[in-house]
């Protein structure tokens, strides 16, 4: 019983992770279309730009800002010039795009940073919180609050403001959008820097706990990918359900299973899924209007 | 004894009744028609018939045979074709190419015969070829046979999906608004076309909005109002019943 | 002849290019590496161009086939041929199974089902040491020998692999030009309309997969006898990656954009070897840049340009002849 509760404080908060790649990935396929395969870099590059500035004596909370906004820049360049100009794309030639874009940035990461792995100092005093025999780091907690507010954040962007309801007018119909004077460029822009923002935060929460190499951001990425499926693609709000699940699951498996199969735990539950439910969790099977 | 028979079908989407309780029977030989407002579940119908859509109630036989259950690639081996509302031509090939498709049924090859392209494959391919040529002389495009489907222009398509269903040597056409998108020497052209194939023995479901064509070449018409039958008759009948007039024809 | 003149050609200059340059780095090293690659694209290319079904874990049926005659030669101490037999069957059984289920998916869903058998297959290479030797994988293969002739040069492997890769490229030829192939294309086109011209869309998709899982599991058996060595490396996520991207680069559901495509991205990490550090980062523009520009592939641009080259000349002389 403890074991199971420790299996789930460790679940949730890879799965809070998780959760933030998946919002970012659904976030952008909801304005475009696009499957970004390049969402784990953007984690990859917040926790990497923290960690240096850091290094480099920025103040810890400073460092997180910038890093924030270091990759929420790539994430624009990464609209403006990788997405914006491929005209006639398929769904197999954006795949084939921001899979270059994600090598692209992970040799830019390598050159800048090498090879090396690295680390965050916690947020705050890291003394162990006991929960029964259960234990639970202050990091932890950072991480599954930090996520629950972004997703209110974001959750509240899209259904109240102005500029979120743009943007998921475009996703809906572009054509009409536009016709209805929304400005369908910056909105695609604002999309790609914000889910590249939710990808850092996700990156500075988790470099604390685990460690940060150049290469860090495939593993999540494709996680973050199989969660925003599993949730079913589009639906933000499943792609969290689904985060916070594939966590659960993958612990969960490590611990009682084995921890070397714990990546294959996570995708053989995702395939089952889709045996069954082939549009996810929360998706909608949709017919094709003939 | 009809070749079609729909027997009390009824489809649902969510809480939309997009088809209610319809039942009627098309004798073989004919060129029945479906007309009704937009929405009137005229395409729906057509997908049920073909099984594209799973029927919340109800049966379809065709030539005796119960049909509702049957998956699209069987009930097409059955003998029932049909040409698409929003067309689904095959843009990644040339037309002849198109027309072969529909040749499907009638030849045989598999992967692994056609990997190895052993000699009755070759023999098959002249065959087909000359099958889909045929059926595209049918239809006036033998001109088109090794243009691109992407690059020809609407009107084009249209009789391209046509003639790739009459490849298939079906029983039963069901055409989804043939005429839409066309001019009027176009559309005349289309009306002889329907008529020609209703004489080469291929009984005709034709969904269609331009009333002329309809009430020229028709030998029976069916009024669908809200997914119900709202009256079935000759053309002559038809366009006197009161009720079709209130609903329908008066609108427009 | 007309048809195959194409296949001729290059058929030709796969064969001559060793005979003339037998010690050449390029042809005898790089050159296997290529034609693997080659017939690897190819088969991807059978699911992908042909009936338009994405694939990210392609190479867990190359991988298969190398593992299946490294357990079963080494471990078991079958006969090579049989060894491959084996892993046949192994992969047959295995594709034909998933075919159904994964391809009822589309989209992005099967992007990720792919992507997840792919990662599994790659992650029991890594963790299932006492079958598959683990992260270093298993040495020492013995040599393939065809009527008792080892096939012990680095040469003697060009032509084996060179003789595979030309008769995959000629099934994938053929399969085009066939009731097979156009009941492929029209899966790809809609699959609505296929299935109203009587296709069974479902045994159509399930045959090409375990097709193309098969050619790929033969490629795999090959280059583990050629290398005598298996390491789960070779068949990562990122190698199934790399085949897809073979298959775009040239020019989705074109034979000879597949050929073209994994010849480019097989030579293309050679070349860049002088750039060092700097070369993943070089890697990933070249290939961002050729989809944003020519997301039909450069195979399928430039024949596309011929073809519309041709078409205004005929139009000119048309027009010349008339005034
Ligand atoms: N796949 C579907 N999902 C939900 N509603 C549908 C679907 N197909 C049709 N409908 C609804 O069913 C009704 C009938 O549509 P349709 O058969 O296309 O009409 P018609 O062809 O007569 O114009 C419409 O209200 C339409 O919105
Ligand atoms: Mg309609």
Redesign the pocket.
């Known amino acids: 019983m403890d074991q199971l509760l420790q299996f789930f404080i460790s679940g949730l908060t890879v799965g809070s992770i998780y959760a933030l790649v998946a919002l970012g990935f659904s976030i952008i396929y909801n304005a475009s279309d696009v499957v970004n395969f390049a969402q784990g870099e953007f984690v990859m590059i917040g926790a990497m730009s923290a960690i240096f500035m850091l290094k480099a004596g920025i103040p810890y909370p400073l460092a997180i800002f910038l890093a924030i906004l270091i990759s929420a820049t790539v994430g624009l360049c990464l609209e403006k010039f990788a997405i914006e100009p491929a005209k006639r794309a398929t769904v197999v030639s954006t795949i084939i795009i921001t899979i270059g874009a994600s090598i692209f940035l992970r040799g830019a990461a390598l050159l800048i940073w090498g090879k090396d792995i690295y680390g965050l100092p916690p947020f705050t005093d890291n003394t162990p919180i006991h929960i029964g025999r259960a234990t639970m780091l202050p990091q932890n907690l950072w991480v599954m609050l930090g996520t629950a507010f972004l997703v209110i954040v974001v959750r509240y962007f899209f259904d109240k403001t102005r500029v979120g309801k743009a943007i998921l007018a475009c996703s809906y119909n572009k054509k009409a959008a536009y016709l209805v004077g929304i400005n369908v460029k910056t909105m695609l822009l604002i999309a790609y820097g914000l889910s590249a923002a939710l990808g850092a935060v996700a990156g500075v929460l988790i470099a604390p706990i685990t460690f940060m190499t150049y290469g860090a951001g495939v593993m999540l990425g494709l996680k973050g990918f199989c969660a925003a499926i599993l949730g079913g693609m589009g639906n933000s709000m499943g792609a969290v359900l689904g985060g916070l699940i594939l966590g659960i699951v993958e612990t969960v498996g490590a611990g009682f299973i084995s921890s070397g199969y714990k990546d294959a735990i996570a995708f053989f539950v995702i395939l089952l899924v889709l045996f069954f439910k082939p549009s996810g969790i929360l998706g909608k099977g949709e017919?094709e209007?003939v | 004894m009809p070749l079609l028979e729909v027997k009390g079908l009824e489809k649902s989407?969510g809480g939309?009744k997009?088809i209610t309780d319809l039942s009627f029977s098309v004798p073989e030989g004919q060129i029945f028609s479906i007309i009704?407002p937009?929405?009137?579940?005229?395409?729906?119908?057509f997908n049920l018939l073909t099984n594209i859509y799973k029927p919340t109630k109800g049966s379809i036989f065709f030539n005796k045979k119960d049909i509702t259950k049957l998956p699209p690639f069987k009930i097409a081996a059955l003998g029932i074709s049909r040409t698409f509302?929003n067309l689904q031509v095959f843009m990644n090939m040339n037309v002849v190419e198109n027309v072969m498709v529909g040749c499907h049924l009638r030849s045989k090859s598999g992967l692994f015969a056609s990997a190895f392209r052993l000699p009755s494959v070759i023999a098959e391919e002249k065959r087909v070829r000359d099958m889909a040529l045929e059926a595209l002389e049918f239809c006036g495009l033998k001109d088109y046979s090794s243009q691109p489907a992407s690059a020809l222009p609407y009107g084009i398509l249209k009789k391209l999906e046509i003639a790739r269903a009459l490849a298939s040597k079906p029983r039963l056409l069901l055409m989804d608004e043939p005429a839409a998108g066309l001019n009027d020497t176009e559309t005349m052209e289309l009306c002889r076309l329907i008529e020609a194939i209703r004489d080469s023995g291929i009984t005709v479901l034709l969904?269609e909005h331009n009333m002329g064509l309809v009430m020229e070449i028709s030998q029976t018409v069916l009024v669908?109002n809200y997914g119900r039958l709202l009256a079935k008759g000759s053309p002559r009948d038809i366009q006197k019943n009161p009720e079709v007039i209130a609903a329908y024809l008066g609108e427009g | 002849m007309k048809r195959l003149l194409g296949f001729y050609i290059f058929s030709f200059i796969t064969l001559v290019l060793p005979i003339l340059f037998p010690d050449n780095y390029y042809v005898t090293v790089v050159g296997l590496t290529v034609l693997i690659n080659i017939s690897l694209a190819v088969s991807l290319n059978l699911l992908m161009g042909y009936a338009g079904q994405i694939s990210l874990g392609h190479a867990a049926f190359f991988g298969l086939g190398a593992y299946s005659s490294a357990i079963f030669t080494i471990k078991y101490g079958f006969n090579p041929w049989t060894a491959i037999f084996f892993g046949l069957l192994i992969v047959f059984l295995l594709s034909y199974i998933l075919s159904r289920p994964i391809l009822k998916l589309k989209g992005h869903y099967l992007a990720m089902a792919t992507l997840g058998l792919g990662i599994i297959v790659h992650i029991f290479f890594v963790q299932a040491d006492e079958i598959t030797g683990g992260p270093d994988g298993i040495s020492g293969l013995p040599t393939l020998s065809i009527f008792g002739f080892p096939i012990d040069t680095d040469l003697k492997w060009y032509f084996i692999f060179a003789i595979f890769m030309l008769i995959t490229v000629l099934l994938s030829l053929n399969i085009a030009d066939s009731r097979a192939g156009r009941a492929l294309s029209a899966v790809h086109g809609s699959e609505i309309a296929a299935q109203m011209m009587g296709i069974d869309t479902a045994k159509v998709k399930s045959h090409i997969f375990v097709f193309s899982a098969l050619i790929a599991c033969i490629a795999g058996s090959l280059f583990a006898h050629q290398q005598n060595f298996v390491s789960p490396e070779s068949f990562s996520f990122f190698f199934s990656i790399e085949l897809v991207t073979m298959v775009v680069l040239g020019g989705l559901g074109s034979t000879f954009g597949a050929v073209v495509g994994a010849f480019i991205l097989s030579i293309l990490p050679e070349l860049l070897i002088v750039f060092e550090d700097f070369e993943v980062l070089i890697f990933g523009a070249i290939l961002m840049t050729i989809m944003i520009f020519l997301p039909d592939g450069l195979f399928v641009a430039i024949k596309n340009k011929i073809a519309f080259l041709a078409f205004k000349r005929s139009q000119k002389e048309v027009a010349n002849a008339t005034s």
């Open positions: 017919v209007r | 989407f939309l997009a009704g937009n929405g009137a579940g005229k395409t729906t119908l509302q969904v669908l």
